[in-house]
């Protein structure tokens, strides 16, 4: 039967309804300023090692434009995500040992620079050091070398990972000393040849036992670390370098602010460090970074975790008598969760570049980062763990006695994420220097009801007239925003969206026609 076109209209204006984007009232504030932020970083950890020095030059500068470009390409869609902070891993020989060292995955293992004699070879780690050099090419504003183990040379077992049931340093008594110098020739080094590093961490994830010989690590008491840092704050200060220290990296936030009975000599760092009267001090200190750092891992599900633990962290910034920046300075996806289901099973797509943008967004909003960053660049294996995967046409690595672990070391297929794209949405627009201000969609916005929705932050760049708004939409719903300011903008808007169908996809709008698409994440660009 033939429909009235009444009625035909009708169910098209129904339907247009239905699609019609949700509008939602944005509301900035240029005048209510919180933190500057530093940076968005990535670490070259273990691959870049294999990849750096053996893989073909086209395939790996490909890889390096992806992860340090600032340009765009004819249609105005970026070339890579512009990261601001390069991590470098400095090694403690387990490569060097061979099978000696008992890690046996062939990718967890790293080169150091130290010789069994004491002195240094310069050669080694070359293929992290290309990418330190191209870092520096793109213009990647900071460089940061992290320690996971002292130098086999100087622990106490001769390896590098811990003996079991030990919770302080995994190094002899009488090599602290030797120990600071060493990291200090290093910084010295790099500084000699023109890639000086603004920033070393000397320990990372203090708080576990590190004696599975998975990967190279020690654990590290408070005091330790204070020993250590006091000690390299000389060396450093002695050798008149600009390296600052960045003390600790904690394994979880809880460590930061809470006394855990089962680590009493390791937990309640920001009161051991950072309170004037604590014993281990580390603001009279010169060549310390007035930074806390932690891992955000273990702290994103279920929801109400990730928005609690986050908020303990902002309160301990904003309560304290210091004037010290917050940095999630290591991140990927490990605890099981329902909406990706946990780590293991690459995800090249939207659902974990959507999860981690959540997970970004409450770290810049509710603990105040300064600065975030990706745990790996690279990943070989069948895990969320990395920006860019590489593989010989499947999934990737499952085992370390997979042969596939040995012919990947020198070539193979390589494939950019979604995730990839998606940190871009920060990492490429929100520059060292900008201030996030106010952004609101409800006077009284609640975050558990944002997390399953739409999430916006927003950047002032002062110097451009430029504010940068960056919008998470986790719901299946399109969003239009109105916008509502005392300052006033301009009508062109550019945007920049990564969804199912797009990577960081460059598209003009109009400021009265803003919109979000569904399980998207856009930037946009407004100038005032």
């Known amino acids: 039967m033939r429909r009235p076109i009444w009625l035909l209209f009708s169910l098209l204006l129904v339907s247009a309804c239905a699609t019609k984007p949700n509008p939602k009232t944005l509301h900035l504030d240029l005048n209510t300023e919180y933190q500057t932020i530093h940076s968005f970083g990535a670490s070259d950890a273990w691959r870049v090692q294999f990849v ?7 395939k790996k500068e490909k890889m390096a434009e992806w992860l340090f470009s600032k340009e765009f390409n004819k249609q105005g869609d970026p070339l890579g995500i512009g990261l601001s902070l390069w991590r470098f891993n400095l090694g403690a020989g387990s490569m060097d040992q061979g099978t000696n060292s008992n890690i046996n995955h062939p990718w967890r293992k790293a080169e150091s620079f130290l010789n069994p004699d004491g002195t240094f070879n310069w050669e080694k780690q070359k293929g992290q050091q290309w990418f330190l050099h191209k870092a520096k090419q793109y213009g990647v504003e900071h460089r940061l070398a992290f320690v996971n183990s002292p130098p086999v040379y100087y622990t106490l077992n001769g390896q590098a990972y811990s003996a079991p049931d030990r919770t302080e340093l995994n190094l002899q008594s009488e090599k602290m000393e ?53 000690l390299l704050n000389k060396e450093l200060q002695e050798r008149q370098l600009p390296v600052k220290l960045t003390v600790p990296e904690a394994a979880e936030y809880n460590f930061l602010y809470q006394f855990e009975e089962k680590y009493p000599g390791v937990s309640n760092q920001f009161k051991n460090f950072w309170e ?65 289901g946990g780590g293991h099973g690459r995800d090249l797509e939207m659902p974990t570049a959507l999860y981690v943008a959540r997970v970004i967004h409450f770290d810049l909003v509710l603990a105040q980062a300064s600065s975030w960053q990706w745990w790996t660049a690279l990943s070989q294996v069948d895990y969320k763990d990395g920006l860019i995967y590489l593989d010989k046409g499947n999934n990737g690595i499952t085992d370390h006695s997979d042969p596939e672990n040995e012919a990947l070391k020198s070539d193979g297929n390589f494939h ?33 009801k944002a997390a399953s929705d739409l999430m916006i932050s927003a950047y002032k760049n002062e110097q451009n007239k430029e504010v940068v708004v960056v919008a998470v939409n986790y719901s299946e719903t399109n969003h239009a925003l109105q916008l509502n300011s005392s300052t006033d903008f301009l009508a062109e808007v550019k945007t920049y969206t990564t969804s199912k169908d797009y990577n960081l996809a460059y598209q003009p709008a109009n400021i009265n026609q803003l919109e979000v698409p569904a399980q998207s994440i856009k930037t946009f660009l407004l100038q005032y």
Request: hydrophobic share 35%.
């Open 52 to 58: 750096g020095s053996q893989w073909p030059q086209d």
């Open 276 to 340: 004037k009267d604590a014993p281990f001090f580390l603001g009279h200190m010169d060549q310390v970074a007035p930074v806390f750092a932690a891992h955000g891992y273990f702290t994103t599900w279920p929801v109400e975790k990730l928005i609690k633990s986050r908020q303990t962290v902002g309160k301990t910034i904003t309560n304290s008598s210091q004037a010290v920046d917050f940095w999630q300075s290591e991140f990927c996806i490990l605890e099981d969760n329902d909406d990706i």
């Open 178 to 230: 030797a120990y600071a110098r060493y990291l200090a020739e290093i910084c010295t080094h790099f500084e000699e040849i023109g890639l000086g590093f603004d920033y070393l961490s000397p320990a990372n994830e203090p708080q576990w036992d590190w004696s599975k010989p998975s990967q190279e690590g020690t654990p590290a008491t408070n005091a330790n670390l204070y020993q250590l840092t006091y």
């Open 416 to 448: 950019d994420s979604k995730l990839l794209w998606g940190l871009g949405n920060y990492s490429r627009f929100v520059r060292p220097g900008m201030v996030r201000i106010k952004s609101v969609t409800e006077k009284r916005e609640d975050p558990f």
